[in-house]
Nanobody
Framework: VQLQASGGGLVQAGGSLRLSCAAS????????VGWFRQAPGKEREFVAT????????VYADSVKGRFTISRDNAVNMVYLLMNSLKPEDTAVYYC???????????????WGRGTLVTVSS
């Protein structure tokens, strides 16, 4: 099982970024996929998750209305479009897979390496 997040970088407040999560080594279309983030000195926190079909998505209140999660099972990819970025969105972002839609990180079985997002004020 491999998950690789990419697309992070440095952006000014108010800007946008799109993160990608590439999956391989398992039947991707059978799993929900979540995005989490961890800022320096803070615990990992839930950002968004999407069901295996893409028909259901759940967002953290802090990103609702600004971030959009989507997936393309044909190419084993999940995306996180982040708009109206704020300095408090600065963190390492991780993607992970679970057998069901949940915001609890303990329920995610596999995690990828993160990608750093830095939002300057």
């Amino acid at each position: 099982v491999q998950l690789q997040a990419s697309g992070g970088g440095l952006v000014q407040a108010g800007g946008s970024l799109r993160l990608s999560c590439a999956a391989s080594g398992f039947t991707f279309s059978k799993f929900a996929v979540g995005w989490f983030r961890q800022a320096p000195g803070k615990e990992r926190e839930f950002v968004a998750t999407i069901s295996w079909s893409g028909g259901a998505a759940v967002y953290a209140d802090s990103v609702k209305g600004r971030f959009t999660i989507s997936r393309d099972n044909a190419v084993n990819m999940v995306y996180l479009l982040m708009n109206s970025l704020k300095p408090e969105d600065t963190a390492v972002y991780y993607c992970a897979v679970s057998t069901y839609v949940t915001r609890w990180p303990q329920s995610y079985d596999y995690w990828g390496r993160g990608t750093l997002v830095t939002v300057s004020s």
